[in-house]
């Protein structure tokens, strides 16, 4: 089970995704009221979780096993 940090970062980066394809993490420390050194931090380790990748342009995308985990948490959300 993901800790309630881990899965508000999945939930933003699967909306922010889904809105306009791509999620840099200034644009993500602004949808999420963090500063971007916190969000830096927190990419970092879901980097290290295998949850997220980052690419040479600075943007953030969900492996596979994020994409599930984010899924997961988007629907259980929508069901609440």
Do not use: C, W
């Not at 800790?3 to 644009?27: C, K, M, P």
């Not at 979780?49 to 994409?67: I, N, P, R």
């Amino acid at each position: 089970m993901a800790s309630s940090a881990v899965e508000e970062y999945l939930q933003a980066i699967y909306t922010l995704a889904d809105e306009n394809g791509h999620v840099v993490s200034a644009r993500l420390a602004e949808f999420l009221g963090f500063s971007a050194p916190a969000v830096s931090e927190m990419v970092h380790r879901l980097e290290r979780d295998g949850l997220v990748t980052l690419d040479g342009h600075k943007e953030v995308h969900l492996t596979a096993a994020g994409k599930t985990q984010a899924d997961s948490i988007v629907r259980r959300h929508r069901l609440a």
